[in-house]
């Protein structure tokens, strides 16, 4: 189109030199013909514009028709209704299509679909089936320990998301186990933007107490969990229930939230009560500092309770019923040079939890019921820090510190010389330690292969020495981690 312009430009400017004082004949023949050139040409000119407008025209129609159709496919069939005879031709017409969803743009798939696939090459120098942490009553749960020797397929993710409505938004994450087994690990709807910064959430989710338990395992710098998370909240806090959330409309990021729910999570268990078996409250606060460097800071609170929440202490079985309060301080700090242009950057993370727990502990009879029983009560803490340093865009490394301190029980039965100390073995005082060393590899955010290596001291007078190879690869649409 723009040779076309030109050219009308210049023949227009020809014609005008022609029409000089130098050629003033208007009888001249020659000048004439140029102007009936000038004319053919124009006229030429102005039959090729007017082609392509209508070319142009019937390029957008035929877009604006097939996006039609995809928007068609996407929206839900519309309802058959029987119509009369004489309604017959208004029934007959087109419905209009129904906008995409605001989750899916530009994508006809609803909801979401992400799968994690994980597994492990794990070398234990001591016999996994004997591991224990000393001093700390079992909480029962499979995410507790280093796992079995050798291969393992270890737990994979499906997860589906989408927004529902503009008001609610619905997740589902099921965890596959390499055992051919499976598990909810989270099925929640949510609001989306309540007025004030407030926000629900209800269905099963990971709980926001502390710093790591909000993250599914596939997000973690390590391997497994702390042990402090192993020994206080059996891997991850995931209660029953609904949370409530507010955002504070300030400069600085701030949270502040509460969670109640059925209780029925380690460290309560299934007790069958009506109303609030477990309530939780917990604060972040974060922000930057700098262009190079930001942190977030978080205070979180559990409270349950237990009912014959039984264990196996070395073949003797035990329950403990009462009360369970969780303190839980975590930090986190970030940096990255220039805003991470180079790809480097430097992650400093802990957290320190300090738990009580109150109530009665009981030796169980051989059909379960209940036998000898006394008071109990203990303060138990324990912490993790850990460091991971992003040295190439495509490779991290990191070092990780678990100690945990299991006080000294206060033992009704043991107190009254009923019973000694003995009949209680994995409640004998212990200081478990853990130190991790991990390097891992990510050829782009969607993969990544991991190597490390830990030496736990979870036993009195036992080092095991652990290896572990780990691959994490992402398939679909996959949420943003959270800070």
Do not use: C
């Not at 993790?384 to 340093?389: C, F, G, K």
């Not at 100390?421 to 212990?430: D, E, R, T, V």
């Not at 853990?434 to 030496?455: C, G, H, I, K, N």
């Amino acid at each position: 189109m723009k040779p076309s312009v030109m050219a009308l430009a210049l023949a227009a400017s020809f014609g005008a030199s022609l029409a000089a004082p130098a050629a003033t004949a208007a009888d001249n023949k020659e000048l004439a013909e140029i102007r009936a050139q000038i004319r053919q040409m124009q006229a030429s000119y102005e039959a090729r514009l007017t082609a392509l407008e209508q070319r142009l025209a019937a390029a957008q129609q035929a877009t604006a028709a097939a996006q039609a159709q995809v928007t068609a496919l996407a929206a839900p069939a519309p309802a058959i209704a029987v119509a009369s005879e004489a309604a017959a031709p208004e029934a007959a017409a087109a419905p209009t299509p129904a906008p995409a969803s605001a989750a899916t743009p530009g994508n006809i798939f609803n909801p979401n679909i992400s799968l994690i696939l994980g597994g492990t090459y794990q070398y234990l120098s001591q016999d996994p089936a004997a591991w224990r942490l000393q001093g700390f009553a079992p909480s029962n749960s499979d995410e507790v320990g280093p796992g079995k020797r050798g291969f393992n397929l270890g737990e994979s993710e499906l997860t589906l998301q989408s927004n529902i409505d503009p008001d609610f938004a619905g997740q589902l994450t099921f965890s596959l186990n390499g055992d051919n087994s499976f598990s909810i690990e989270e099925a929640f709807v949510q609001t989306r933007e309540l007025s004030n910064g407030l926000n629900l959430k209800f269905g099963r989710f990971l709980s926001s107490v502390g710093y790591l338990n909000s993250q599914h395992a596939h997000a973690w710098d390590f391997v497994d969990a702390p042990l402090a998370y192993q020994v206080f909240l059996g891997g991850q806090y995931k209660p029953d229930g609904v949370q409530a959330k507010w955002l504070a409309p300030i400069d600085q990021f701030l949270e502040v939230g509460v969670e109640a729910g059925s209780g029925s999570q380690f460290p309560g268990n299934d007790r069958d009560k009506n109303g609030l078996g477990a309530t939780d409250v917990f604060a972040h606060l974060g922000d930057d500092l700098g262009d190079a460097a930001s942190y977030r800071a978080g205070l979180s609170y559990l409270r349950t309770g237990a009912q014959q929440r039984s264990y196996d202490d070395l073949g003797v079985a035990t329950a403990f019923s009462g009360r369970s309060a969780v303190w839980i301080v975590d930090g986190i700090y970030k940096w990255a040079p220039n805003g991470n242009p180079t790809g480097t950057n430097l992650k400093v993370q802990g957290e320190y939890f300090h738990r009580k727990e109150t109530g009665q502990l009981a030796l169980l009879g051989p059909d379960s019921g209940p036998g000898e029983s006394g008071g109990y009560a203990s303060a138990q803490s324990g912490w993790y820090l850990q460091s991971v340093y992003q040295f190439m865009p495509t490779w991290r490394a990191g070092l990780r510190y678990d100690h945990l301190s299991s006080g000294t029980p206060r033992i009704g039965l043991v107190d009254s010389g009923v019973l000694t100390l003995a009949s209680f073995p994995i409640l004998q005082a212990y200081a478990p330690s853990r130190a991790t060393l991990m390097v891992d590899y990510s050829p782009s955010e969607f993969s990544r292969l991991r190597l490390q290596v830990a030496r736990d001291k979870s036993r009195p007078g036992v080092s095991d020495n652990q290896i572990f190879l780990q691959y994490i690869m992402s398939l679909g649409t996959h949420a943003a981690h959270a800070f």
